[in-house]
């Protein structure tokens, strides 16, 4: 099957690419989920009560389906009840993926994912840096009550810009006070360590964090690109809610141990770049370009010649997707979630009807046989760029 490219307004497209070949209309598949179709015909106007549930997509039922949609990250007394996938709010302030949003139309954004059924929304001290938590605290301080909102530590910052890693026990508490004041909120519902900082014991940071949910001040606590030995290190200080690793079909190193260990330990595993940065999305190709200031430029797994040859991954998703009647990126985020129950995939975007293409994966079904089928026939693919094995039981 030939594949087509999303298109995207021109100012964007420069924003994110030097150059593309010309993007031609996006995809005509049929929606399994019929809410992109929704989505399309959704105006403006819908989401600006954020407490109206008296909407159009939400009468078709579809979007009502994915407010049934709940998992649990993590076990016992620190499990966390969420939506089956989140909002990653990153890329609303990062410029490595779009010039930085309005904020007001992002609060749009983040409201309208609550009324979708979203309840779980990831941000990061690091991100902006800081503006991304305003973001996130200013749209979400009068839904507080409904959501789950995770934030992430462990970066200094040196004249408004990320200077290294920094996980002290003092610098934790400084970054918490931060986070709480920019989210508006009295509590950090999953407080990450983003980066392992080494000089720090892992112990040290574990039992920071353990101190400021006996304080109230965090619920629970996260580690993000962690190694086996650290995440056991730290669940016996103070248990792990949730490892956010990054994981997508490109990306499948943490199969050979995190997600092992996060079954093993009761943790929930919380994918980031789900949809490799708009790579399942058809956003790229080998003749993009990613200007010099774009994060994008040293991604490996995003030069010419690896687009070019992954390029046969996003086909047989295509192909897949086209016979099961959804979107690729339905597809992979669907594939993510059957991978196993304790798995939330926290899709980034700016966009509703995006976010609303993202969510219709929930629906999705796959057979054991057409999980193994897939698989088989994906493993034949060699990707370039992606990490190797061994890098899956050191820190990142
Ligand atoms: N722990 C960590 O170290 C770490 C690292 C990176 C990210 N994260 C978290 O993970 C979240 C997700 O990762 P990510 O944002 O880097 O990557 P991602 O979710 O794989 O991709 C985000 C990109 O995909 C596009 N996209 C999403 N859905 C789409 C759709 N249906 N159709 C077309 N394009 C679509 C978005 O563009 P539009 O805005 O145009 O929709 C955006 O540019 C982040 O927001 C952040 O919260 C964590």
Partial sequence: MRRKQKSYPSNERNSIAKHQTNGS?????????????????????????????????KKEGKIANFIDKQRVLGSG?????????????MSMTSKSYNPVRDKSDMVKVIRGAVERGV????????YGPFSNEEYVGEALKPLRDQVVIASKFGFSFDNGRRA???ARPASIRKAVEGMLQRLQTDRIDLLYL???????????????????IQEGKALHFGLSEASPDNIRKAHDVQPVTALQNEYSLVQRVHEHAAIKVCEELGIGFVPWCPVVRGFLADRFNEYTRFSEDSRFSSVPYLTPEAIKNNMALLNLVSDW???????????SLGWLLAQKPFIVP????????????????????????ELSAFRAQMEKIELIGVRDADSAFRDS
């Fill in 25 to 57: 209309q996006r995809r005509n598949f049929l929606k399994k989920s019929g809410l992109v179709i929704g989505a399309s015909m959704l105006g403006n106007a819908v989401f600006a009560n954020p407490k109206s549930t008296d909407t159009s997509s």
């Fill in 77 to 89: 007394a620190h499990s966390l009840k969420v939506s089956a996938l989140g909002l990653g709010c």
């Fill in 119 to 126: 309840t779980f929304f990831d941000t990061a001290e690091v």
């Fill in 164 to 166: 290294g890693r920094d």
């Fill in 194 to 212: 983003h980066r392992v900082d080494p000089q720090v014991p892992i112990e040290d940071v574990a039992g920071t964090v353990k101190d400021l």
């Fill in 321 to 331: 997707s086209a016979k099961m009647g959804i979107t690729p990126v339905q597809f």
């Fill in 346 to 369: 926290i899709p980034g975007t700016t966009r509703i009807h995006h976010l609303e293409e993202d969510l219709g994966s929930a629906d999705v079904k796959f057979t054991e046989e």
